[in-house]
Structures are given as C-alpha cells and as structure tokens.
C-alpha cells in the first residue's frame, strides 16, 4: 500500500498564490504517473496536472500559464504550484499516484479563492 499525505491547501484571496504538496510513503517501488485533480462542490473530480516519471507534464485547459506541477523522486514527492488564483479554482484538491497499475489517492486539502 502507498500512503499519500497533502499539505499547503487554505484560503488567498484572488490573485494569490498557494503551493501543494503531497508525499508518498510505504510500499514504494516504482511510481509512474503522480499528479492532482480536484473537486468543487456539485461537479465531479476532475484533472488538474500530471507528471510522468519521465517528467513529462500534462495540464488541463483552465489552469495553463498559472500552475506548475513538478515532482522530487528522492523524496517521492509532488507538488503544485499554483499562481494568479481565481475563486473558480476552490476546490478540494487530491493528490493521485500510479504504481505498477494501482492507483492511489491523498485526503484532500481544501483550496479556497475569495473574490
């Protein structure tokens, strides 16, 4: 089992900026993808950002040119840099982490944007 554990969520004002992280402990042997999704109240999960072992990076539409996503493998971690927050990014925010075909998810850390 991995065990994913997030921090860095909390309220900014529009503009802002936060920085998510998440860290993978346990039965670690060779993560592929890690990466953040989130989810608004009354919509679904979505994707957010994704980076590959290989560091290759995948972002969804909204959140070009304002998040960076990158990852430190030495210590299993991953983080979300988020910039020039809008309140239509406060969300719950789910670190997500894909090993040997398992997929795993972190508790979620609540990112809120007030106008």
């Known amino acids: 089992q991995v065990q994913l554990v997030e921090s860095g969520g909390g309220l900014v004002q529009a503009g802002g900026s936060l920085r998510l992280s998440c860290a993978a402990s346990?039965?670690?042997?060779?993560?592929?993808?890690m990466g953040w999704y989130r989810q608004a109240p009354g919509k679904q999960r979505e994707l957010v950002a994704t980076?590959?072992?290989?560091?290759?990076?995948n972002y969804a539409y909204p959140v070009i040119g304002r998040f960076t996503i990158s990852r430190d493998n030495a210590k299993n971690t991953v983080y979300l840099q988020m910039n020039s927050l809008k309140p239509d990014d406060t969300a719950v925010y789910y670190c997500?982490?894909?090993?040997?075909?398992?997929?795993?998810w972190g508790q979620g850390t609540q990112v809120t944007v007030s106008s």
């Open positions: 997500y982490v894909e090993q040997l075909r398992q997929n795993y």
């Open positions: 346990g039965s670690i042997f060779s993560i592929n993808v």
């Open positions: 980076v590959s072992s290989g560091s290759s990076t």
